[in-house]
């Protein structure tokens, strides 16, 4: 939900609503990777890269994972696991709380999951820096 409210947030600092959809997290990315030349070194400051070309290399590399924590909203997950709702839907045998979802492994365990997560929250904390 974060990223999602991120995104919105984000694409709302134009002063036209965003989209009524839930994804739009990818979207947000790609636009942080596309920033003029003028904002480049600041926003990889802002994420802790060293450079925009790094920045924007790693956002490349954290597509696939980012576009699989979007789906997880529940309007995006179709009958898939969610947050919200026992799964399988059609016959649930455990509780969202329980469930062991595949991305928690590699959000936490590997280095681009932790990264993504640690980018996240900066992108939170220092919205009014970049946005």
Do not use: C
């Amino acid at each position: 939900m974060v990223t999602e409210k991120l995104a919105k947030a984000y694409f709302w600092r134009s002063s036209t609503p965003p989209p009524k959809h839930h994804s739009g997290f990818v979207t947000f990315m790609r636009a942080l990777g596309s920033v003029p030349g003028a904002k480049q070194q600041h926003l990889a400051a802002t994420f802790e890269f060293k450079s925009f070309d790094i920045l924007e290399a790693w956002i490349s590399r954290s597509l696939p994972l980012a576009y699989e924590l979007e789906r997880l909203a529940v309007a995006l997950a179709q009958d898939g696991p969610n947050p919200e709702y026992p799964w399988p839907h059609h016959a649930p045998v455990e509780n969202p709380a329980r469930h062991r979802f595949a991305i928690w492994n590699r959000l936490t365990d590997t280095a681009q999951g932790r990264q993504l997560i640690r980018v996240i929250q900066l992108a939170v904390e220092r919205f009014p820096t970049y946005a």
